[in-house]
């Protein structure tokens, strides 16, 4: 299927990571031009050379940026440097994101409290209010910001991950309502774990070889395996496209289940 992307340009923070730069390769694959955009510059750079290299004559063209999203003017900066390279931006994947601590409330180091805050929410707040005003004056635009099943549930001993994901939701479903009758859509995603080629262990492989962790949420996922990037990149794709003009303001879970009661 056409999702209707050649020569749209599309800026994905965190790019340089797992989903990320599963996001910013599919969307080239559409023809979308993508904005590789990380605080990481030799990983944004790698995953921009690898698009480039790999791409053929239908693909888009993939920029590497180097970009600290709590900095409000370098974010400025970035997104003008995108501006000049292509002309706007279309489409916006609110990637980036911390998701390192594992502990409970009384323990919880203040410090990563802070810096989860001021990455996950504030840093997309950031990028969010430099692009979607844009998008509406230029009557088009597509925002997919990723949350997570933690920020749907929460998440047992990630208080300040689980909070700012489910923040991305408020936001992100703001932005489909004041985007709505300016051609401009914006969705959420919450995915499961994702683990790459890991993914289709079962939980006692994964147990053995892997991460205890990550085979008690296989243990409760109904498909009883976990995903990939590219299950979470092709629903980014999706909602970018022309097909999707329909869709805001939803919240889409990619999780093999893991959302549903079973028993």
Same mark, same amino acid.
């Given at each position: ?26 969307? @080239?694959? &559409? ?6 955009? +990380? !605080?990481? %510059?030799?990983? *944004? $750079? ?17 920029? @590497?940026? &180097? ?6 003017? +370098? !974010?400025? %900066?970035?997104? *003008? $440097?995108?501006?000049d390279a292509f002309g706007g931006v279309d489409i916006l994947v609110n990637n980036a994101a911390m998701v390192d601590a594992r502990s409970r409330v009384d323990g919880y180091d203040d410090d990563v409290w802070e810096r989860d805050v001021e990455i996950n929410l504030t840093g997309t707040y950031n990028v969010s209010k430099e692009v979607f005003p844009r998008m509406c004056e230029r009557g088009w635009g597509r925002v997919v910001t990723m949350s997570s099943m933690a920020g749907w549930y929460g998440g047992f ?107």
């Amino acid at each position: 299927m056409d999702f209707g992307l050649e020569g749209r340009t599309a800026v994905a923070t965190g790019g340089a990571g797992r989903i990320g730069s599963a996001d910013c390769r599919i969307l @080239a694959n &559409e023809g979308a031009n993508v904005v590789v955009l +990380d !605080v990481d %510059a030799d990983g *944004a $750079d790698r995953v921009a050379s690898e698009i480039n290299e790999e791409g053929d004559a239908d693909s888009g063209a993939a920029m @590497a940026l &180097e970009c600290d999203l709590t900095d409000r003017d +370098d !974010v400025a %900066a970035s997104i *003008a $440097d995108v501006r000049d390279a292509f002309g706007g931006v279309d489409i916006l994947v609110n990637n980036a994101a911390m998701v390192d601590a594992r502990s409970r409330v009384d323990g919880y180091d203040d410090d990563v409290w802070e810096r989860d805050v001021e990455i996950n929410l504030t840093g997309t707040y950031n990028v969010s209010k430099e692009v979607f005003p844009r998008m509406c004056e230029r009557g088009w635009g597509r925002v997919v910001t990723m949350s997570s099943m933690a920020g749907w549930y929460g998440g047992f001993g990630q208080l300040s991950y689980s909070a700012t994901k489910a923040a991305m939701i408020g936001l992100g479903r703001t932005m489909a309502l004041e985007g709505a009758q300016s051609g401009v859509t914006s969705n959420v995603v919450a995915p499961n774990i994702v683990v790459g080629a890991w993914a289709e262990m079962g939980p006692e492989e994964l147990s053995e070889h892997v991460d205890e962790y990550y085979a008690r949420i296989a243990e409760a996922t109904p498909m009883r395996h976990l995903g990939t990037e590219e299950d979470v990149a092709n629903m980014v794709a999706y909602l970018c496209s022309e097909q999707a003009s329909y869709v805001t303001g939803q919240v889409i879970g990619v999780t093999g289940g893991v959302d549903l009661f079973s028993f």
